[in-house]
C-alpha cells in the first residue's frame, strides 16, 4: 500500500467512525480489557460491539491489518487499535491515523485520553 493508497481509504467512507473518533489507543485486547475494568464505572463509557478488520498494506506478500474498537467515552470517540497479523508495521498504521489526523497514544498513556475527554477535571470517582 502506498501512501496514495492510505489518503484513498481514509477518505472513502468504509467506516464512517474514523470520521468522528477523537483519539486513537494502540492496546492489546488485554489491555483494553483492563481500561475497560478501570474506567467505565467511572465515566460515562460506551462500548460499540461492532468493531473492525481493515489491511492497510501487502508487505513481502504479508497482510498488515489490524483491529479496531470503538469506545464512547464522555462524549468523545476513541478507537483502539491492535495488530492483527503477523507484520505490525508502525509506518503504516502511524500514517492512517496522521492522514486522520487523529491523535494516537499508548495504553499505557491513556489517563492523557482521560484528561482530555473530562476537560482537565479527571476522574469524579
Known sequence: MTESSIRETQSSEFDNRFQR?????AATTMERIV????YKNRLPW???????VLT?????DMPITYNFWWTEVNGKLVVFYECAGDVDFKKYIAAFF???????T?????MRV????????G???
Open 21 to 25: 473518533t477523537a483519539y486513537a489507543v
Open 35 to 38: 481500561l475497560n475494568s478501570q
Open 46 to 52: 460506551n462500548d460499540d460491539e461492532n468493531g473492525l
Open 56 to 60: 492497510l498494506a501487502i508487505f513481502d
Open 98 to 104: 496522521e492522514g486522520l489526523q487523529i491523535p494516537v
Open 106 to 110: 499508548k495504553a499505557i498513556d491513556f
Open 114 to 121: 482521560i484528561m482530555s475527554v473530562t476537560e482537565g477535571k
Open 123 to 125: 476522574l469524579s470517582k
